[in-house]
Nanobody, 113 residues
Framework: QVQLVESGGGLVQPGGSLRLSCVGSRSFLHMGWSRQGPGKERELVASITGGGTTTYGDSVKGRFTISRDNAKDTLYLQMNSLKPEDTAVYYC??????????WGKGTLVTVSS
């Protein structure tokens, strides 16, 4: 069974940093992070191809960095200069070559003083 497990969420103060990790049970062609904040729709945070090409949502450009370690089937999201509006459940996603998406259960990030 394909599984993705996120970790690293927690409570941080505005301006702080946090690193999220996602361990997959298999490799994926594309991987990414999405999030859903209170009262909001789920949005794409960042994505990365197997070759390392990255895409970021406008709201996180310059602050977040997505990376992957293919040898470990692990995805990372380095989050810097965190803002209260970054508060959300962050979900890890993996997409196969056939376009099938798999999702983790999410990890909660709360940015508050």
């Amino acid at each position: 069974q394909v599984q993705l497990v996120e970790s690293g969420g927690g409570l941080v103060q505005p301006g702080g940093s946090l690193r999220l990790s996602c361990v997959g049970s298999r490799s994926f062609l594309h991987m990414g992070w999405s999030r859903q904040g209170p009262g909001k729709e789920r949005e794409l945070v960042a994505s990365i191809t197997g070759g390392g090409t990255t895409t970021y949502g406008d709201s996180v450009k310059g602050r977040f960095t997505i990376s992957r370690d293919n040898a470990k089937d692990t995805l990372y999201l380095q989050m810097n200069s965190l803002k209260p509006e970054d508060t959300a459940v962050y979900y890890c996603n993996g997409r196969t070559m056939l376009g099938i998406d798999y999702w983790g259960k999410g990890t909660l990030v709360t940015v508050s003083s």
